[in-house]
């Protein structure tokens, strides 16, 4: 199936998607827990929905995974991936870095993703083997090398204080290794900062594929570098994710490896 007429559509919905999200931004939204510091609001589904009945109607053999609806399943090899508004809570209180993002994945492999900030007008996207863009022009990663001139960015989980690995002793100790890390709320958009090289590398553990499927491919077709948390291959289903520019990779992975050890010895 033509790759550019999915990226296409991509674009479409996403664009639809994207307009409503922003007229609704100063009003009253309903806003509901998926668990207790997990919100979702009733823009999140409408989005969705938006979304998936444009799929659907080109691609009604695909299947479909999204945040708010989950799973349809289909017969064919392709899997499309949709967050309809990733940066929920900062969307509840109007804070402005939220996305839509949409991945499209085939026989395992992200081969398509749009990312759209419908605050500043900024769509990102990528095709497998066709390079990175942002509106259309080119994007690339960074050039630095050394984690302490490096800018990065992580978030953390919803159960963050319940659970040991909860990422807060990473993001002390990066902190006081480079210029900062910022942490705005946004996986997706964090990762399409990475590939337009605003930000020199992200991680963040127990993402949904939702969240990076998009985000992954655009930092790669940037020239960047995804991997888990330990260098290894990205796993879409656990969401432990690092992406780089690929110059600062190793470091940061050495001082994650650092933390999990001390971790583990407590």
Not at 87 to 103: D, E, L, M, Q, R
Not at 141 to 166: C, K, R, W
Request: net charge negative; hydrophobic share 40%; charged share 25%.
């Amino acid at each position: 199936m033509d790759s550019r007429k999915s990226r296409e559509v991509a674009v479409k919905a996403a664009l639809k998607a994207g307009a409503y999200i922003k007229e609704r931004v100063k009003e009253t939204k309903h806003i509901g827990y998926k668990g207790a510091f997990n919100i979702v609001t009733d823009v999140d589904k409408a989005s969705e929905g938006m979304i998936l009945e444009i799929l659907r109607a080109e691609f009604p053999d695909d299947s479909i995974l999204a945040e708010e609806s989950g799973v349809s399943d289909k017969s064919g090899k392709r899997r499309w991936l949709v967050d309809p508004l990733d940066g929920t809570t900062n969307f509840a209180h109007s804070y402005p870095f939220f996305a839509v993002s949409i991945g499209l994945e085939q026989d395992g492999e992200v081969i398509a993703g749009v990312v759209y900030n419908p605050i500043s007008g900024e769509l990102f996207r990528a095709e497998k083997g066709q390079g990175a863009f942002l509106n259309d022009e080119p994007i690339h990663v960074s050039s630095l090398s050394t984690l302490d001139e490096s800018l990065l960015a992580t978030g953390f989980p919803p159960d963050t204080a319940n659970i040991m690995q909860n990422n807060l002793e990473a993001f002390s100790t990066l902190t006081n290794m480079c210029h900062g890390v910022r942490r705005d709320g946004s996986a997706a958009l964090d990762l399409c900062y990475v590939a337009s090289g605003r930000l020199d590398g992200f991680w963040e553990r127990k993402l949904a594929p939702w969240d990076i499927a998009a985000g992954s491919l655009i930092v790669s077709e940037a020239g960047g570098r995804v991997t888990n948390l330990e260098n290894g291959k990205l796993d879409l289903s656990t969401g432990h994710i690092l992406a780089t520019n690929g110059k600062v990779h190793d470091q940061v992975v050495g001082v994650l490896a650092d933390i999990g050890r001390t971790l583990t010895k407590r």
